[in-house]
């Protein structure tokens, strides 16, 4: 079909939908055209299949077929008229128009939310010939997420959406992007650092939701700009963010003026979707209005207002939107209208909530990242089904697959009910969470747990500081080191000191508790190279493992002091640490952290040419961590039972070790690990000839170590130098830069 027959046919499709709608009210063209508001000529063109209608037309069609029950009657016979929905009229529209049926941004629920704001939506495409930072603001559950949602996600380029409702410190800002952009931060370099290289130059909108908490943070904004050129910026917040670069679209509540105004047509379509059976006569259409104004034309709270019609009629909706002790006077006078509005309708949403639902409500709220029913189940183990239910039917809760949100605006306020302000049974779900699952990283169901951590990883930093606002170090200290084999394998060093040195400062009697959470961040630091901080807290730990005699937390703190030392290249002393560690770990039952030390006895061994000793640890390390099912542990094992056979001229042995490690990296997605085994993969084509794929593979891990931040180790920095000059010796500098330009991070066969 040619473009001028389509168009025949889309015109052809509102031409006999037209016809039918007048034909089917008994109405002659003139009572059509006066219902739409439009000339007779105009009814008469479109019913020659010449035209569409325009979206004001659109808004009045819409309210006559809600007012007129178009599509009931249609459901009982009584009236066909080709379409069958709300939706399949939107459909057929969109298709008049000539546009594609999917090109709205997100269906008819995102165009409900924005309805009358086609004028914001084409300034805000405007504004980016002038600027590369935009702020949409306006008040609480004016549509800032949805207008800001709506145009990124019809943009064909790449965006990423970080959702800053949860975030408090502004500090956080940059870890909250650089997780949004999945972007993992390693040793050597910074969340900003990162942050940066992983947006490259690629153009990209980045979308900052609910900025208005951490204002303090609009430096970092202003230097991503200034450090990525091809990125553009979005943010929706309270309050402006006040740099050089931004500009501002204020937006202002929805038109609440008439019957045929957006926020009536909003309510009708929300209505619609709580009620189907509702009365939404023309004669209705005046309660609309009224209770439409009375809530300022904001968005959120005309949704919330219509959804009580699944339990209330339209007249007892506005009896009680109008009572003069009643929703509207239940707050402060010195509120502006819109937050008078916006409070007055969640309060009276919270006391048609039953005591046991109140109460769930108000301990749901402290959780920042949803919530599952397991969750609401552990607050409440008796009621909560039926309680969480109510609060879904109430629009308090909305459910995404299998979590459930508050709108931030619901949750602040339950907040601040009665009973509101407690969040310590929130705090007592994340301990009895982060625990076992902490353990079960070390386990055979690590990857499950992993996993579920991870789902729930804003709801546990939430509780975690929660803890260190109210001073409780003993529970900030059992989260803190519950979330550390998290933060390791996730590979978040910088996260993972921050809240380790905050909660090690907390009070506490429990000095146990306090010196798990300092050998952590020892381990960090010297995983991040610093290793004065790494040696200070590894010994501060070190004291009190000894003084209460504990060998599991004295052979911790001796590993890492340990690799405080080779980093150093105190051979000597490394080794003494990591075989008293292996020792002290080995006679307290502690298998799975045996694995490390005798990984590292194996590393040491090796780099001082004790190629037997190496073999030994290594292979003995590598029994252990297969027996106990530790993938995690696996890859770095064996690139170095890769290189001690490479070492001892074993090009085979090395080869088919160094590919069993990249296979098992690439499976748990270890960017390290899978560099580690690229380098192994390219000293034995090295050595066994096949120089060209070598410097290919020396390439990929080299761009995939500056991709995630990790710098080989120290101890290894000679011998991978010394490589790349033999490679380049027998090649050619001309050659060998070529064969380094192709190397690429995205396979092992580049």
């Known amino acids: 079909m040619n473009a001028s027959e389509q168009t025949d046919t889309v015109g052809d499709e509102w031409a006999t939908l037209s016809r039918a709608l007048r034909k089917a009210h008994g109405f002659s063209q003139q009572d059509w055209a006066a219902t739409l508001d439009v000339s007779r000529k105009t009814v008469q063109r479109w019913e020659h299949g010449v035209g569409v209608p325009d979206d004001r037309i659109e808004s009045n069609l819409v309210e006559f077929c809600a007012g007129r029950r178009v599509f009931e009657r249609a459901a009982r016979g009584t009236a066909s008229i080709g379409v069958t929905s709300l939706e399949e009229l939107a459909d057929l529209l969109v298709r008049s128009r000539g546009r594609a049926a999917g090109s709205r941004p997100a269906g008819l629920n995102m165009a409900r939310h924005l309805v009358g704001r086609d004028r914001e ?84 909108l980045l979308v900052l939701d609910n900025f208005e908490q951490v204002r303090a943070a609009a430096p970092v904004v202003a230097d991503l700009l200034a450090s990525c050129p091809a990125l553009r910026v979005l943010v929706t917040s309270r309050a402006p963010m006040r740099i050089t670069a931004e500009v501002t679209l204020e937006l202002a509540p929805l038109p609440a003026d008439g019957r045929r105004s957006a926020a009536a047509l909003l309510f009708v379509e929300h209505a619609r979707v709580a009620d189907p059976g509702a009365d939404l006569t023309a004669a209705a259409l005046d309660d609309i209005v009224h209770i439409c104004a009375r809530l300022d034309g904001l968005p959120l ?23 003069p002790v009643g929703v509207l006077g239940a707050a402060p006078a010195d509120r502006a209208a819109h937050q008078r509005s916006i409070q007055a309708t969640l309060r009276w949403s919270y ?29 409440a183990p008796a009621t909560a089904v039926d309680d969480v239910s109510a609060l879904v039917d109430h629009s308090l809760v909305h459910r995404n697959g299998p979590r459930y949100r508050m709108l931030e605006l619901v949750r602040l306020h339950a907040r601040s009910l009665p009973g509101g302000g407690d969040a310590a049974p929130m705090s007592r779900w994340a301990a009895a969470f982060i625990v076992p699952r902490s353990a079960e990283l070390r386990g055979p169901r690590q990857v499950e747990a992993l996993h579920e951590i991870d789902s729930e990883y804003e709801n546990l930093r939430s509780a975690l500081e929660y803890a260190l606002g109210i001073a409780d170090g003993e529970l900030a200290g059992r989260l803190a080191s519950g979330l550390a084999p998290y933060w390791d394998a996730q590979a978040m060093f910088s996260e993972a000191r921050r809240w380790l040195e905050l909660a090690a400062a907390a009070p506490t009697p429990n000095p146990i508790g306090r010196s798990i959470v300092v050998t952590w961040n020892a381990y960090f630091a010297g995983h991040q190279q610093d290793l004065a901080v790494a040696d200070r807290c590894g010994r501060e730990a070190l004291a009190v493992w000894l003084e209460h005699g504990i ?8 590993m890492v002091l340990g690799w405080v030392a080779a980093e150093r290249h105190q051979l000597d002393e490394a080794t003494t640490e990591f075989a008293a560690s292996a020792r002290l770990l080995r006679a307290s039952g502690d298998m799975w952290g045996l694995v490390r030390p005798l990984n590292n006895l194996g590393e040491v061994a090796r780099t001082r040419g004790d190629l037997a000793e190496a073999a030994a640890c290594c292979g003995e390390a590598l029994e252990l961590c297969r027996s106990l099912g530790d993938e995690h542990s696996l890859p770095s094992i064996l690139c170095n039972v890769a290189h001690i056979a490479l070492d001892r001229g074993d090009h085979a042995a090395g080869s088919t070790a160094a590919l069993e490690a990249l296979d098992i990296a690439e499976g748990i997605d270890n960017g390290v690990a899978r560099a580690n085994a690229l380098d192994a993969l390219a000293r034995a084509g090295l050595e066994a000839g096949d120089v060209e794929d070598a410097v290919r593979r020396w390439a990929s891990a080299d761009r995939l170590r500056e991709m995630i931040g990790v710098p080989i180790e120290a101890r290894d920095r000679q011998i991978y130098s010394e490589n790349l000059e033999r490679a380049r010796s027998r090649l050619g500098e001309s050659r060998f ?11 092992a066969d580049s």
């Open 121 to 204: 939506l084409a300034q805000l495409a405007a504004l980016w010939s002038a600027t590369r930072l935009v702020t949409i603001t306006g008040p609480s559950g004016v549509g800032k997420t949805a207008l800001a949602m709506a145009y990124a996600t019809a943009l064909p380029s790449a965006r990423v959406i970080v959702r800053l409702e949860s975030v408090t410190d502004p500090e956080l800002v940059i870890a909250q992007i650089c997780s949004a952009l999945r972007a993992r931060q390693h040793a050597g370099r910074g969340l900003r650092d990162t942050v940066v290289r992983s947006v490259g130059a690629e153009p990209t």
């Open 737 to 747: 830069d070529q064969l380094w330009a192709e190397g690429s991070p995205s396979g």
């Open 551 to 558: 060998d599991a937390g004295e052979g911790y703190a001796r």
């Open 351 to 379: 006391e048609l909530l039953s005591p046991t639902e109140q109460r769930l409500f108000a301990q749901l709220a402290w959780f920042s990242g949803g919530f599952t029913l397991d969750i609401a189940e552990a607050l």
């Open 301 to 323: 709270a005309i949704e919330l207002a219509a959804a009580r019609l699944r339990m209330m009629t339209l007249t007892d909706l506005r009896r009680r939107i109008d009572a």
